[in-house]
């Protein structure tokens, strides 16, 4: 339905990001685009501003991100040689890691407390070719969740991960944050992760 607003073709290649939230338990979809959405229904109400943001270095700025952290490691070459990248959702990574080297009796560890450390540490990690830099004591990662659904005609079965950022940040680069802003962090943007909002701390 996000798609179908900003579609005015087959061949039309995705150029904005969006992001699906509830307010007074209904959806709200928020959304970032070069285009302004084209709509002839009934059912949505659409509200559109220009989005030009102010910025500059070490501008501190509070933030929300819903983003799919993902780590990609390539597997072992196979019989002919060939090799492959899969990504590894980052909490599930963590999880299966601390199985293998713990004896039976070891330490329980709790999915809440992995979010809030391999998120933050994902976000640390890519900050800096986005522009931005975050302090893990100032962002809150949390609302991990799994999502699976079917896509396309041949219903690929699709998974991800999100988790969703909170906190406060500092701009380090105003070009390449800008550029974050308009064009995402991460990757499953075309399943509403990635964008970015801000407003001044």
Known sequence: MVW????????????????????????????????????????????????NPVLFSGQRLWFSLRANPVRTRWTPPDQEGR???????????????????????????????????????????????????????????GAYRQISFLQGEKNRNVQISTIDFSGTLKVTDPELFRKALAEGIGPAKGFGCGMMMIKPA
């Open 4 to 51: 179908d607003l900003y579609s005015d073709g087959e061949m039309r290649t995705r150029d904005f990001l969006y992001r699906v939230d509830y307010v007074r338990n209904r959806p709200a979809i928020y959304s970032v685009s070069r285009r302004k959405p084209v709509y002839n229904g009934s059912i949505w109400a659409i509200e559109t501003k220009e989005y």
């Open 83 to 141: 090799r492959f990248h899969r990504r590894h959702d980052v909490v599930m990574d963590a999880k299966r890691i601390i199985r293998g080297s713990q004896d039976p009796c070891g330490t329980v560890v709790r999915i809440a407390d992995l979010v809030q450390q391999e998120g933050v540490r994902w976000l640390k990690e890519r900050a800096g070719k986005y522009g931005f830099s975050v302090d893990e004591e100032r962002v809150i990662a």
